[in-house]
């Protein structure tokens, strides 16, 4: 039985036991925060089954379902920047990531927070894979010139949070 994407029952078990605990832990290096990571996973996959046939097409698989949980991972802080998210519900006195401090993930969540799709998606590609600006535009299909301004948004953007002048 196939759902509304084209995949098996068969397809999606094997992408999850194959991509799963990849894209799980891309969720939560995204938005510093493992409950909120499992969200966006979750999120993720429910969208995988959705589009199952545009995963299917892509040639770069892991790249593709990357991509994928970066989205997820924009939507849900959009809706906890609009309040339509459990806000601090899983926010754990605890720090999510090893010698990370709470304040940090939430400096990082403004400021992803305050980007469009385009920076949100070239911030990650740069700051968390560590892809050069000719890689993210290869990636991505984005001239280089859009890479940099855009990087220069999310820069401009941590710098005025973390009150650094320009």
């Known amino acids: 039985m196939s759902g ?7 397809e999606i078990a094997d992408i999850y036991n194959t991509y799963g605990a990849m894209m799980r832990r891309r969720c939560r290096i995204v ?3 493992d409950a909120l990571g499992d969200d966006a996973f979750q999120d993720a996959f429910v969208n995988l089954i959705k ?7 892509a040639e770069a698989k892991l790249r593709w379902l990357y991509r994928l949980c970066d989205r997820c991972c924009f939507a849900l ?11 601090d519900a899983y926010i754990d006195p605890v720090p999510s990531a090893p010698g990370g401090r709470i304040e940090d ?11 469009d799709d385009k920076a949100k998606t070239i911030a990650v590609l740069a700051y968390v894979d560590g892809l050069s600006q000719g890689e993210i535009g290869k990636t991505l299909g984005w001239s280089r010139q859009t890479i940099n301004k855009k990087l220069r948004q999310v820069r ?5 949070l973390l009150g650094v002048p320009p």
């Not at 509304?4 to 068969?10: A, C, D, M, P, T």
């Open 4 to 10: 509304s994407g084209n995949l098996s029952r068969r």
């Open 77 to 87: 802080i959009e809706k906890r920047k609009k309040g339509k998210a459990r806000e």
């Open 51 to 57: 589009y199952g046939k545009n995963f299917r097409e």
């Open 156 to 160: 401009e953007a941590a710098g005025e």
């Open 31 to 33: 938005l510093k925060d």
């Open 105 to 115: 993930r939430d400096a990082v969540l403004k400021i992803l927070g305050g980007l």
